[in-house]
């Protein structure tokens, strides 16, 4: 298989504002054709990333490579990258047809030509016979739609979108967000989509790339970084677990409350203090004498598709548990799950570093 | 109940609308019908459109009107833009509103002082090197003392309908491909045409009756139909000519605002 290209690559770029720190050397290469989601909460930095990759804003250090040409100075108008706005950012003083034709007037395309592009970014997002209403007369999924077609139109290679559906309900975010993935699938564009919104990033993306405070956590498909987690936050900020402190006593065998679990991590030092995930829809409801930990339960909540239970241990230590049925004898109850279901995570680990110790030790197994 | 009580609270303003804005009206309507022997006459109507003094004045008058609201936007909307990008953007407005507190007489008495003879003005012209110069009195010097004094009144406009566009809209022009050119002509200019079209309304017809300039400033030789209603009122007494010519200024007010009215039907809103 050819090795796919790369179409942007960030080297050590760092951005401060006044004292805050907004982007602390930032790495990354994105290949060509692939959706990519930044994801992290507000102040994390990764609507900074997305702005200097459009060229709004300048980095203070770093190189923005496009195409393997350095554009880090090259102001917005002159990248061939289009963004699709948090708020769509229509304007309001034209109608669809020119807001979608901005961009391909101001290439000077000929009349013909550009009326039949428009027409066909119309069509893909599937509001044609919209062309004469005005942006005011539009719903926020159709504006969104609008805003989508502007980028597309002009044929970019990268498509940035800034919380690009955060300002949809419910039921249409999801609706949008097979549209973008099937849309990214059919163009083939490289797609950089910045979101708070875990379940957003794990549902459209090819790779997710976390970030908290300026850095990448963890870069991986959303597989990966759902189930092995670099660190504390990221296992905290994608999906619900529990998380409780432990030690390594050797490899595939960590203790944590006191007791000894066989596990399917390796690759550290014997008796190193570590952290462990446990995912709740990994644990399952026993007997006592079935289970590995024995808990009573403390509320239950109907999720509409699971339970969700809280429950604690002899030793006060709270477990979330997702159930399909709900608990009936509270007081005491087995919790079981599979070796495989304990992710353990050292502190302070480097991807770099995590990332050989998982091909090392998975090397091994084979 | 509310529609009564809603009424209530409107009535005092329908009645200032009646006294001090419906009657005059009519009076100087009903007042243009007559000549000078009180006898009912279109004859005033008549020597207007026949006379070409009159015509010429009208003529004047607007030219003034034109460049003085042409100079005026010019200077204010480059000032009003750059202001949006100040950092005390609320004390540069300030200073932009206070002139507009002191009396309209005292600053064109300021100005006479400035222009004349001995003024500042002719010193600094003398200073370097090209002497003292007629410049009170001149088409010119009306025409910018008219600008200066209507300026806070076209920049406020144009600058609130500037503050109102999205910085993600221009942000948005520039990722499609606009320099800062294009961004200008293209999305900042017709998004604060609704500005400009307020600030021009409230320039353009008060000085189509500009007097007071007309006179302290541009002296005799300015004369525009401000100043031909001061005359026949005040020196001629032929109030019945003084109300005709009032009355075309209305018409051309009325005019000027249809034609600079918002086109859209219905307001679009942002």
Same mark, same amino acid.
């Given at each position: 298989?050819?090795?796919? *290209?790369?179409?942007?690559?960030?080297?050590?770029?760092?951005?401060?504002?006044?004292?805050?720190?907004?982007?602390?050397?930032?790495?990354?290469?994105?290949?060509?054709?692939?959706?990519?989601?930044?994801?992290?909460?507000?102040?994390?930095?990764?609507?900074?990333?997305?702005?200097?990759?459009?060229?709004?804003?300048?980095?203070?250090?770093?190189?923005?490579?496009?195409?393997?040409?350095?554009?880090?100075?090259?102001?917005?108008?002159?990248?061939?990258?289009?963004?699709?706005?948090?708020?769509?950012?229509?304007?309001?003083?034209?109608?669809?047809?020119?807001?979608?034709?901005?961009?391909?007037?101001?290439?000077?395309?000929?009349?013909?030509?550009?009326?039949?592009?428009?027409?066909?970014?119309?069509?893909?997002?599937?509001?044609?016979?919209?062309?004469?209403?005005?942006?005011?007369?539009?719903?926020?999924?159709?504006?969104?739609?609008?805003? =989508?077609?502007?980028?597309?139109?002009?044929?970019?290679?990268?498509?940035?979108?800034?919380?690009?559906?955060?300002?949809?309900d419910q039921k249409l975010r999801q609706q949008m967000q097979y549209e973008l993935r099937s849309l990214q699938q059919r163009l083939g564009?490289?797609?950089?989509?910045?979101?708070?919104?875990?379940?957003?990033?794990?549902?459209?993306?090819?790779?997710?790339?976390?970030?908290?405070?300026?850095?990448?956590?963890?870069?991986?498909?959303?597989?990966?970084?759902?189930?092995?987690?670099?660190?504390?936050?990221?296992?905290?900020?994608?999906?619900?677990?529990?998380?409780?402190?432990?030690?390594? =006593?050797?490899?595939?065998?960590?203790?944590?409350?006191?007791?000894?679990? *066989?596990?399917?991590?390796?690759?550290?030092?014997?008796?190193?203090?570590?952290?462990?995930?446990?995912?709740? *829809?990994?644990?399952?409801?026993?007997?006592?004498?079935?289970?590995?930990?024995?808990?009573?339960?403390?509320?239950?909540?109907?999720?509409?598709?699971?339970?969700? =239970?809280?429950?604690?241990?002899?030793?006060?230590?709270?477990?979330?548990?997702?159930?399909?049925?709900?608990?009936?004898?509270?007081?005491?109850?087995?919790?079981?799950?599979?070796?495989?279901?304990?992710?353990?995570?050292?502190?302070?680990?480097?991807?770099?570093?995590?990332?050989?110790?998982?091909?090392?030790?998975?090397?091994?197994?084979? | 109940?509310?529609?009564?009580?809603?009424?209530?609270?409107?009535?005092?303003?329908?009645?200032?609308?009646?006294?001090?804005?419906?009657?005059?009206?009519?009076?100087?309507?009903?007042?243009?019908?007559?000549?000078?022997?009180?006898?009912?006459?279109?004859?005033?109507?008549?020597?207007?459109?026949?006379?070409?003094?009159?015509?010429?004045?009208?003529?004047?008058?607007?030219?003034?009107a034109f460049l003085i609201t042409l100079l005026t936007l010019l200077i204010s909307y480059p000032a009003a833009y750059y202001l949006t990008?100040?950092?005390?953007?609320?004390?540069?407005?300030?200073?932009?509103?206070?002139?507009?507190?002191?009396?309209?007489?005292?600053?064109?008495?300021?100005?006479?002082?400035?222009?004349?003879?001995?003024?500042?003005?002719?010193?600094?012209?003398?200073?370097?090197?090209?002497?003292?110069?007629?410049?009170?009195?001149?088409?010119?010097?009306?025409?910018?003392?008219?600008?200066?004094?209507?300026?806070?009144?076209?920049?406020?406009?144009?600058?609130?309908?500037?503050?109102?566009?999205?910085?993600?809209?221009?942000?948005?022009?520039?990722?499609?491909?606009?320099?800062?050119?294009?961004?200008?002509?293209?999305?900042?200019?017709?998004?604060?045409?609704?500005?400009?079209?307020?600030?021009?309304?409230?320039?353009?017809?008060?000085?189509?009756?500009?007097?007071?300039?007309?006179?302290?400033?541009?002296?005799?030789r300015v004369i525009t139909l401000g100043t031909a209603i001061e005359e026949h009122f005040l020196t001629t007494m032929n109030w019945g000519?003084?109300?005709?010519?009032?009355?075309?200024?209305?018409?051309?007010?009325?005019?000027?605002?249809?034609?600079?009215?918002?086109?859209?039907?219905?307001?679009?809103?942002?």
């Amino acid at each position: 298989m050819q090795s796919p *290209e790369t179409i942007l690559e960030l080297q050590h770029i760092y951005k401060s504002f006044d004292d805050f720190v907004a982007l602390d050397n930032i790495n990354i290469k994105l290949d060509q054709g692939k959706f990519y989601s930044f994801l992290g909460p507000s102040g994390s930095g990764k609507t900074t990333v997305l702005r200097i990759v459009a060229g709004l804003i300048l980095a203070d250090r770093g190189k923005v490579l496009f195409d393997g040409q350095d554009i880090s100075k090259l102001p917005a108008e002159k990248r061939k990258v289009n963004t699709v706005f948090q708020n769509y950012a229509l304007f309001p003083h034209l109608n669809v047809f020119d807001n979608v034709a901005f961009g391909l007037r101001l290439k000077r395309m000929p009349q013909d030509e550009l009326q039949e592009r428009v027409m066909q970014a119309l069509k893909t997002i599937q509001l044609n016979g919209y062309e004469d209403r005005m942006i005011s007369e539009l719903s926020g999924g159709q504006q969104q739609r609008v805003a =989508i077609a502007r980028a597309i139109v002009n044929e970019p290679r990268l498509l940035l979108l800034d919380e690009s559906l955060s300002a949809l309900d419910q039921k249409l975010r999801q609706q949008m967000q097979y549209e973008l993935r099937s849309l990214q699938q059919r163009l083939g564009i490289t797609f950089l989509f910045v979101t708070h919104d875990q379940e957003e990033a794990l549902a459209m993306s090819d790779e997710i790339i976390v970030m908290n405070e300026g850095r990448i956590q963890q870069s991986g498909t959303p597989v990966d970084i759902y189930d092995e987690p670099i660190n504390h936050f990221v296992a905290n900020f994608i999906g619900e677990s529990n998380i409780v402190p432990g030690t390594m =006593i050797r490899d595939y065998e960590v203790e944590f409350v006191g007791k000894r679990f *066989e596990c399917a991590d390796a690759g550290m030092r014997d008796h190193e203090p570590v952290e462990v995930v446990l995912r709740p *829809e990994d644990i399952t409801v026993t007997t006592p004498n079935q289970g590995k930990l024995v808990v009573s339960v403390d509320s239950q909540l109907f999720r509409g598709d699971h339970f969700e =239970i809280t429950s604690h241990d002899e030793d006060g230590n709270e477990w979330l548990i997702h159930a399909t049925n709900s608990i009936e004898d509270r007081d005491k109850v087995g919790l079981s799950f599979s070796p495989n279901a304990l992710h353990v995570m050292r502190f302070g680990e480097k991807e770099a570093d995590f990332d050989r110790r998982l091909s090392e030790y998975e090397g091994d197994e084979s | 109940m509310t529609r009564t009580s809603r009424l209530s609270y409107f009535s005092l303003y329908l009645l200032w609308i009646l006294f001090f804005v419906i009657t005059p009206v009519a009076l100087i309507v009903y007042q243009s019908f007559f000549n000078l022997n009180h006898q009912f006459t279109l004859q005033n109507y008549r020597d207007y459109l026949s006379s070409s003094v009159y015509l010429r004045m009208t003529l004047n008058s607007f030219i003034f009107a034109f460049l003085i609201t042409l100079l005026t936007l010019l200077i204010s909307y480059p000032a009003a833009y750059y202001l949006t990008r100040l950092k005390h953007r609320q004390l540069w407005i300030l200073l932009i509103i206070l002139p507009t507190w002191i009396n309209l007489l005292l600053k064109a008495y300021a100005f006479i002082g400035i222009f004349s003879q001995a003024g500042s003005v002719n010193h600094f012209l003398t200073f370097i090197g090209i002497g003292p110069q007629q410049i009170l009195f001149t088409n010119m010097s009306f025409v910018l003392v008219a600008a200066y004094i209507q300026i806070p009144f076209m920049i406020l406009p144009i600058y609130n309908s500037l503050v109102d566009i999205d910085p993600a809209i221009i942000n948005a022009s520039h990722d499609l491909g606009a320099n800062n050119v294009q961004t200008l002509w293209r999305v900042i200019i017709p998004m604060s045409a609704n500005g400009v079209r307020s600030g021009v309304q409230s320039v353009f017809i008060p000085s189509l009756s500009l007097f007071m300039i007309t006179r302290l400033i541009g002296g005799n030789r300015v004369i525009t139909l401000g100043t031909a209603i001061e005359e026949h009122f005040l020196t001629t007494m032929n109030w019945g000519m003084g109300s005709t010519i009032g009355v075309v200024l209305i018409i051309i007010m009325f005019i000027t605002m249809m034609l600079t009215a918002s086109r859209r039907k219905g307001g679009v809103k942002r």
